[in-house]
């Protein structure tokens, strides 16, 4: 690989990444010229990406590792393998369990840690070409295309298409939705703090108004939605955004 030596690790303010999203863009049933002979290209500059990654962040045990795609059954055993070595040996992993998403079902204990994440607006590192990825304070996405995220790991080590940073309200929504989107739903008192005093005036009026109907209930210091509520769970989260 051409391009510069790697940075010393990255500690700053952000919270280390413990859970990884892994592209493979490749798919049995859409032929696109060039992508089969590419596989050993692409397999060798994800390599480079990870640890390139790895070796200037901080890193924790991985929590979860999650493999997407195109197909990602079409990854040949062998490469797989490798970048499984690859992960154990620069993170390592942990095995313990966390509480899961609303929409999602999974037996006691078997939920699913990797998109508990994305619910609850935690880290995460995206590798591959167009995957993306969150800090904890800004999202960015890969290069979307196969032949340019190849020659650009190669030639510089980047691989970011934009970055982008969302606003205070942006935040605000996003965690109203994702939270009520989860069992344990969102706790009332963060959602209000934000807001100015007319707005937490009409948002506690919309409540009332979603607890008389039926569509959410309250617990402690928290606010869900109920089985009925889960139906209609978009109307719920837009009546209760337009303060």
């Known amino acids: 690989m051409t391009g510069s030596q790697a ?12 859970l990884f999203y892994i592209h493979w863009p490749f798919c049995p049933f859409v032929a696109l010229a060039g992508h089969d002979e590419c596989m050993q290209d692409y397999h060798e500059v994800l390599c480079h990406e990870i ?22 059954s079409t990854y040949l055993p062998e490469l797989l393998a490798n970048t499984i070595d690859l992960l154990r040996d620069s993170c390592g992993f942990t095995t313990d369990y966390e509480q899961y998403e609303i929409s999602s079902f999974a037996k006691k204990g078997r939920y699913a840690q990797h998109n508990s994440v994305y619910w609850q607006r935690k880290p995460y590192k995206g590798f591959g070409m167009g995957a993306c990825s969150f800090d904890g304070e800004e999202r960015s996405q890969n290069i979307k295309n196969l032949l340019k995220f190849i020659e650009e790991i190669r030639n510089t080590g980047k691989d970011i298409l934009f970055t982008e940073r ?16 989860q069992r344990r739903g969102i706790v009332v008192a963060d959602i209000l703090k934000p ?49």
């Open 7 to 18: 940075s010393p690790a990255v500690t700053g303010t952000h919270m280390p990444v413990s």
């Open 51 to 72: 640890k390139s990654y790895t070796d200037t962040h901080d890193t924790v045990p991985l929590k979860t590792v999650f493999f997407g795609g195109g197909t990602p």
């Open 166 to 181: 969302l606003t205070d309200k942006q935040v605000w929504l996003e965690q109203l939705m994702l939270g009520l989107r």
């Open 195 to 243: 807001l100015l005093p007319q707005e937490k005036e009409e948002f506690s009026r919309k409540t009332q108004e979603l607890l008389s109907a039926g569509l959410v209930s309250s617990s402690d210091d928290r606010m869900m939605l109920t089985p009925r509520g889960l139906s209609v769970a978009n109307e719920v989260i837009v009546r209760l955004s337009c303060i």
